[in-house]
């Protein structure tokens, strides 16, 4: 039986191309258009953690938080100016749960779509439908493969920033309608809200709001992502064969 662990791989990328993670040994590989891809080794920082954002360059302006401090402070202050308890409440909850994560995705989203970072935007769907037909066929896909797969990948570092949105956000709003709706109304709110926030936190569906954060890729992205992928199952190749040798071809991989 073959065991899908051989094909697994993360992707993560940049305004100029793709940095590919191997999720059996621990290397990545770094590919863009005009230049060949570079293989290193992950350090024992990155093991743990993961990929390190500030070692590479996105694009991506953070969101100063100042701006959601004062944002959800004057959404208190006019909610108490209401005298109205739900109002107030409802504000509070916004500001707390809510507002960071939306304005941090509504802002990175402008910048993919019509800021600086339209190329991001484009290598971060090639990326995902590279591991995507990678995935799926068991090798280096072509490029005609490549251009049938999802651009949506329910394993984005995104999904987490999306589950919580599509949870929280229709509550805050059905929050604010109390008082304003009577108690039949506001209980079928409550619910369509919870139904909401459940089908969005599924991954299967949830994926899908990564439409804000990605854009279509030309053939030159796809062509960098098939590059990587290429590379990358290169580097687990000759590292196993490099394995064998050292103990007497006897190499024994426990997946």
Known sequence: MENNIRYDVEGMSMQNGIIFRSCIIPIEVETTYHKKPIVRLRSPLELFFGFIPARYANGIKPLDLRLVLAIGITMVVLAVFTLNFNTIFAAVYMAIIVLKDLLEITYTSYQIKFGKC??????????????????????????????????????????????????????????????????????????????????????????????????????????????????????????????????????????
């Open 118 to 255: 339209k190329s991001l935007g484009r290598y971060h769907a090639a990326e995902h439908m590279a591991i995507d037909a990678y995935l799926k066929y068991k090798r280096v896909p072509t490029l005609e493969e490549i251009r049938k797969a999802s651009r949506f990948q329910e394993n984005c570092g995104s999904r987490m920033v999306f589950r919580r949105l599509g949870f929280f956000l229709p509550l805050s709003i059905t929050f604010f309608t109390a008082g304003f709706v009577d108690l039949k109304l506001y209980i079928v709110e409550m619910v369509i809200s919870l139904l909401i926030g459940i089908l969005v936190s599924r991954k299967s569906i949830g994926k899908y709001l990564q439409v804000f954060i990605t854009n279509k890729p030309t053939d030159q992205e796809l062509e960098v992502a098939i590059k990587g992928i290429e590379a990358l199952q290169e580097a687990e190749d000759d590292f196993g064969e490099k394995m064998d040798e050292m103990i007497g071809g006897r190499c024994i991989i426990i997946m």
